[in-house]
């Protein structure tokens, strides 16, 4: 295993499996994400406007790096309908080689998206 400092997981719930699957499609599309897992249902429970709600929702949960935060957050608040979407991250503390490498090899823009690679922080601790 190695240890790692710039791989997330990254929640964002949404209201139907349709939304789910947009947000993660348009993630993956512009590299901001390696993988996006859709759980098609969830049951929340929360506190919205002074009252206590329920809601069948749709979790997704994205495997990055903290180079693509700021974008995947811009993207999922432009592209999600409700007025204050989830996005919760989570650090890792590391896992296998191959599949770190492979996070950061996917997320990696494309040449001539911005004319530069995503430059991160590859300190392991």
Same mark, same amino acid.
Do not use: R
């Given at each position: 295993m190695r240890h790692t400092r710039h791989h997330v997981v990254v929640l964002v719930t949404a209201p139907d499996i349709k939304v789910a699957k947009a947000l993660a499609g348009a993630a993956l599309e512009a590299r901001l994400?390696?993988?996006?897992?859709?759980?098609?249902?969830?049951?929340?429970?929360?506190?919205?406007?002074?009252?206590?709600?329920?809601a069948d929702?749709?979790?997704?949960?994205?495997k990055t790096t903290t180079a693509r935060l700021a974008e995947?957050?811009?993207?999922?608040?432009?592209?999600?309908?409700? =007025?204050?979407?989830?996005?919760?991250?989570?650090?890792?503390?590391?896992g296998s080689e191959e599949y770190l490498d492979w996070i950061d090899a996917s997320t990696r823009p494309a040449t001539g =998206?911005?004319?530069e690679e995503a430059k991160e922080d590859n300190a392991e601790g």
């Open positions: 994400a390696a993988c996006a897992n859709v759980v098609p249902k969830v049951e929340s429970f929360f506190w919205w406007e002074d009252k206590l709600q329920k929702e749709a979790q997704v949960i994205f995947l957050e811009k993207l999922i608040n432009e592209k999600h309908p409700y =007025d204050t979407p989830e996005f919760l991250v989570m650090p890792t503390l590391g =998206d911005d004319g």
